[in-house]
């Protein structure tokens, strides 16, 4: 089955420390991988997106993400947190043929201690 | 352009009144998708369509659901016979066709609360 998983519900980091959010997806080739962020009763915004080539990708707010084809992972990193990245991320893919749909895992809520 | 635009942002209805909502896609994108997403969820995908044609339904859309996209343009979400299991947060989203690289763009999304 096509999926995602992202493992850990909830993650809780001081402001200034390295982050770390992970991500395995379930598919049988290379998907589009995506990571969004979500704050309360908000929609979602794109933080970075991987189609092909490089697998370190680099997106806003400082986030950077790597694929890990012999993982299947997509883990979305930042090497100094700020209280105003506390949010829910999700990662999800996109299939990109036969259907076009974006799946998305459960989420991972961040909380940042001050 | 200030991206996707949903309509209302919250409603609250009683149990068995009908409800429409409403989603005004960034103006040139062709696709346009339709999620659900509760407490503590990832967003479930509803329906999409590409220009007007519904091009897939999920499962989850029962036959209370249905989705509309007259003109290529905007696109309505309408729920008959509202029951308490359909209060959720409900995303649309559109992106471009530009080959196989494309990225979707959310709206504020429309919260549901059915008492």
């Known amino acids: 089955a096509q999926s995602v998983t992202q493992p850990d519900i909830h993650i809780t980091v001081s402001e200034g420390a390295s982050l770390e959010l992970r991500c395995n997806y379930s598919?049988?080739?290379?998907?589009?991988l995506f990571w969004y962020v979500q704050s309360p009763g908000q929609g979602l915004q794109l933080l970075l997106k991987?189609?092909?080539?490089?697998?370190l990708v680099q997106g806003i707010k400082g986030f950077e993400a790597e694929f890990k084809r012999s993982q299947s992972s997509f883990n979305l990193r930042k090497p100094s947190v700020h209280w105003s990245d506390a949010a829910e991320y999700f990662c999800?893919?996109?299939?990109?043929?036969?259907?076009?749909?974006?799946?998305f895992g459960t989420g991972t809520r961040l909380k940042v201690l001050a | 352009d200030t991206g996707v635009s949903q309509n209302p942002r919250h409603k609250i209805t009683k149990r068995g009144q009908n409800v429409t909502f409403r989603c005004d896609p960034i103006?040139?994108?062709?696709?346009l998708y339709w999620y659900r997403q509760t407490l503590g969820q990832g967003p479930e995908f509803l329906t999409y369509?590409?220009?007007?044609?519904?091009?897939?339904k999920s499962r989850l859309l029962s036959d209370r659901f249905s989705a509309e996209r007259p003109k290529g343009s905007f696109s309505t979400l309408e729920i008959q016979r509202t029951e308490q299991g359909d209060s959720a947060m409900y995303l649309c989203?559109?992106?471009?066709?530009?080959?196989?690289?494309?990225?979707?763009?959310f709206g504020q999304g429309t919260r549901l609360t059915v008492v």
């Open positions: 989203a559109s992106s471009i066709t530009q080959g196989e690289n494309t990225e979707a763009f």
């Open positions: 598919y049988g080739a290379t998907p589009y």
């Open positions: 991987y189609f092909s080539g490089d697998t």
């Open positions: 999800a893919f996109y299939r990109g043929s036969g259907t076009y749909k974006y799946i």
């Open positions: 103006s040139e994108h062709n696709r």
């Open positions: 369509f590409q220009n007007e044609a519904q091009l897939e």
